[in-house]
């Protein structure tokens, strides 16, 4: 038997060392309500049984060796996998999750996912929703130096059109479907708002 909650709770001290003092919307913060979001969803999922310890452990290291966060070359999740002694059945299970949860490798085709994937991946697109949706995103612009508006194609408005605007679509579950609805129409509200008193419609 292994001890969960002493891996939970070294699962969380890591993903606090790597996104502490992350200023690009991938703060610990984000890993927290990504951790609680998805709690919430496993608890309304009615259908199928939903192994909690995995849907949590998925969550607190989603993000570790997200390539925009890191080189990619220290493999952190496999490390942190073998330092812990987490079981096999447990790591295959939870690199499947973390490799297919982004936005872009779900660009590369639909793989089947397992019900704690598809859990943990909309509780992290639904962290791109809504107005903590908009603050993060101009959070990573501000990170990136780039600007908030202009023709140019990196600037933070065009992420709206780009990709947030599809994410209340690309929802597996019941209840993330209807957060993301609630979510979306803030989105379009405050596009709406901002159209206007950028254009001086006001
Ligand atoms: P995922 O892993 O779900 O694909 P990302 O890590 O790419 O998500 O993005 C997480 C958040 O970072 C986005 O929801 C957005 O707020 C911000 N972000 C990522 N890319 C951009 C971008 N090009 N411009 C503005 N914000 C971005
Ligand atoms: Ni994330």
Avoid: C, W
């Amino acid at each position: 038997m292994i001890n969960q909650e002493y891996i939970l709770s070294k699962a969380s001290d890591l993903a606090k060392q790597i996104h502490g003092h992350d200023a690009s919307g991938h703060d610990f913060h984000h890993i927290l309500r990504v951790v609680h979001m998805a709690e919430h969803l496993a608890h309304a999922e009615k259908t199928e049984a939903v192994d909690l310890f995995l849907v949590r452990l998925a969550s607190y290291l989603h993000d570790i060796d997200d390539p925009k966060l890191s080189d990619g070359k220290e493999h952190r999740l496999l490390m942190f996998l073998a330092k812990y002694e987490v079981p096999v059945y447990y790591q295959e299970r939870l690199v499947d999750i973390i490799d297919n949860l982004s936005y872009s490798s779900s660009l590369k085709g639909k793989v089947e996912q397992t019900i704690e994937g598809k859990i943990v991946q909309d509780a992290d697109r639904l962290d791109a929703l809504g107005a903590i949706g908009i603050a993060r995103t101009f959070s990573y612009g501000g990170a990136k130096g780039r600007l908030i508006d202009d023709e140019d194609k990196n600037a933070t408005m065009h992420h709206f059109e780009a990709k947030l605007l599809k994410l209340k679509d690309l929802m597996n579950t019941k209840e993330a479907k209807r957060i993301a609805k609630k979510r979306h129409k803030f989105i379009l509200s405050f596009l709406s708002e901002y159209d206007k008193e950028t254009k001086r419609l006001d």
